[in-house]
């Protein structure tokens, strides 16, 4: 992708005040940093995960910022073993071996922030591949069985950014904390 990259996600913005005030956050699958650098701004510690990180390589010297290039469909063991994180962003990425490890990143009191393609899409064009679009409630019920508390869920078709069919959810782990106020 050429030129900056898009604003952070509404879904993710309305939903970034789940995470702890200071708290370290997970930005998978980062791209060009969208995510991450709405986190950094808010005053977290944030961990980007991308295979390709050149285009967060200008945050290598944030103080709060940490980079790490890793393939994450290359079969090998995931990156962050044992690490947990007060908010874990994905945003536009699936990968179904990984999911597990994804809800297992969130730390007691940390919240989960996700949007991506679902099924239905193929009619709006890219991802059209079923092994890259989430099933009806797929997220939902992957949060519940991982004893995350539903915040918000949507699997709708939208307009903006482009039109798309998405799953979209925010979620948090109970512990630590149980002050979590939904966002406007």
């Known amino acids: 992708m050429n030129g900056p990259d898009p ?3 509404a879904w993710v913005a309305r939903f970034a005040a789940l995470v702890r005030e ?4 997970l930005d998978l699958a980062c791209g060009g940093g969208r995510h991450a650098r709405l986190l950094l701004a ?3 510690r944030v961990a980007m995960l991308d295979r390709d990180t050149s285009r967060v390589a200008d945050l290598a010297s944030h103080p709060r910022a940490e980079i790490l ?3 994450l469909e290359d079969g090998g063991p995931w990156p962050l073993a044992g690490r947990r994180f007060d908010g874990v962003v994905v945003a536009n990425y699936l990968h179904r071996p990984i999911l597990g490890h994804v809800l297992d990143a969130v730390a007691p009191g940390g919240a ?17 591949n079923p092994d890259f679009l989430l099933r009806r409630g797929e997220l939902r019920d992957l949060a519940r069985a991982a004893g995350l508390r539903i915040v918000a869920f949507e699997d709708i078709a939208v307009a903006e950014p482009r039109p798309a069919v998405v799953q979209r ?9 149980e002050d979590f106020s939904v966002p406007p």
Do not use: C, K, Q, W
């Not at 200071?22 to 956050?25: E, L, P, R």
């Open 7 to 9: 604003e952070p996600s």
């Open 22 to 25: 200071g708290g370290t956050a």
């Open 42 to 44: 808010r005053g977290h």
């Open 69 to 71: 290039a890793r393939d």
């Open 112 to 128: 989960l922030v996700y949007e991506t393609f679902a099924e239905g899409n193929e009619a709006f064009g890219r991802p059209r």
């Open 169 to 177: 959810i925010a979620a948090v782990r109970p512990g630590g904390r």
